[in-house]
C-alpha cells in the first residue's frame, strides 16, 4: 500500500508541530504541501529527516506562495510548470520511485483569484482563470499515469459548498471558474478521487475560513483540495480520508489534509 498526503499548510515553519504530528500519526509515504511561505535556502529540511521523509523537492519563495513534496519513497523532480507565466513558485512535478512503481505526481497551488469574480476589473481574477487554461493544454499532453494533487481554489461541485445558492457570485464557486475547471479535468480524464469515495449529494470541505471561529458548529466550509488522478491509476485507490481533526489543533491552517491510499 502507498499513502500520498496533500495539505494546504499555510505556512510551513509557523506549523512545522502541526506536519510532523501528522507524520507520526498517519504515516503518509508521500505529502504535498502548498502555501509553504519561504524560499527554498531556508525551508525546515531537518524536522523531516528526523521522521525518515529524506526525499523533497521544494519550489518555494519568500514570503508568499510555495509548494514542497515530501516523502520517505525515492523522488526525481520532473517540472516546475509556471502556469501564471509571473514567476510566482506554485508547482512541482515529481517520479515517485520504491513501491510507488514510478508514478507521476503533480504538486499544485491554483491563485486564490481575489475577491471580485470579474477578469476586467481583478486582475487576480483573470490570471487565475489564464492559469487553468495553460494547466489545460498541459494535461492534453500528458501520456503516462499521474496523479495531479493540491489547493485547486475551486469547489466544482454542488455539495462542495455550504450553500451552492449563496456563493455563484463568491469566488472559488462561480460558473466560470467551475467551467475552467471541469475543462482541464476534461482535458486529460482525470479522476476526482475525492468524490469517488464520498458521494455527490453528501456535503464535503477541506478548508473553513479563520473569520468564522465557530466553523464545527456552523461548517460553512468549501472543497477547495483535491486529489485527482488519470482512470487507470484511479482504479488502484482503495480509500480516501479526510483529516477534519486537524483543523481543530493548536494554530491550525484553515485547510486539512487528505490522504488517498493506493495499492500498486
Not at 521523509?53 to 519550489?59: F, G, P
Not at 505526481?105 to 482563470?129: C, W
Not at 482535458?187 to 458521494?199: F, L, S, Y
Not at 493548536?250 to 486539512?256: A, G, L, T, V, Y
Request: aromatic content about 8%.
Amino acid at each position: 500500500m502507498v499513502k500520498i498526503a496533500t495539505w494546504n499548510i499555510n505556512s510551513v515553519r509557523l506549523r512545522i508541530d502541526q506536519v510532523t504530528r501528522f507524520l507520526k500519526e498517519e504515516q503518509p509515504d508521500v505529502l504535498c504541501l502548498q502555501e509553504i511561505k519561504v524560499a527554498e535556502n531556508l525551508f525546515p529540511h531537518a524536522p523531516f529527516e528526523e521522521l525518515g521523509y529524506t526525499h523533497r523537492a521544494v519550489h518555494g519563495q519568500k514570503g508568499y506562495h510555495g509548494v514542497a513534496t515530501i516523502s520517505r519513497l525515492p523522488l526525481r523532480e520532473l517540472s516546475r510548470h509556471d502556469w501564471q507565466d509571473n514567476g510566482e513558485a506554485r508547482h512541482v512535478g515529481v517520479e515517485v520511485g520504491g513501491a510507488a512503481k514510478g508514478m507521476l505526481l503533480e504538486n499544485v497551488y491554483i491563485p486564490a483569484g481575489g475577491d471580485v469574480p470579474d477578469r476586467a476589473v481583478n486582475d487576480k481574477f483573470g490570471q487565475k482563470l489564464d492559469f487553468l487554461e495553460r494547466m489545460a493544454r498541459w494535461a492534453e499532453t500528458v501520456d503516462r499515469p499521474s496523479m495531479i494533487v493540491g489547493d485547486f481554489n475551486i469547489a466544482p461541485l454542488e455539495h462542495d459548498v455550504w450553500s451552492s445558492k449563496s456563493l455563484q457570485k463568491v469566488v472559488s464557486h462561480t460558473p466560470v471558474e467551475r467551467e475552467a475547471l471541469a475543462r482541464f479535468k476534461d482535458a486529460h480524464g482525470w479522476v476526482d478521487i475525492g468524490r469517488e469515495h464520498v458521494p455527490h449529494d453528501e456535503k464535503s470541505y477541506s478548508w473553513w475560513s479563520y473569520r468564522n471561529r465557530d466553523w464545527k458548529k456552523s461548517n460553512r466550509g468549501r472543497r477547495l483540495d483535491h486529489m485527482w488522478a488519470s482512470p487507470e491509476l484511479a482504479k488502484q485507490a482503495t480509500g480516501h480520508e479526510v483529516h477534519l481533526a486537524c483543523r481543530d489543533w493548536e494554530r491550525p491552517s484553515d485547510h486539512i489534509p487528505l490522504v488517498t491510499r493506493f495499492e500498486l
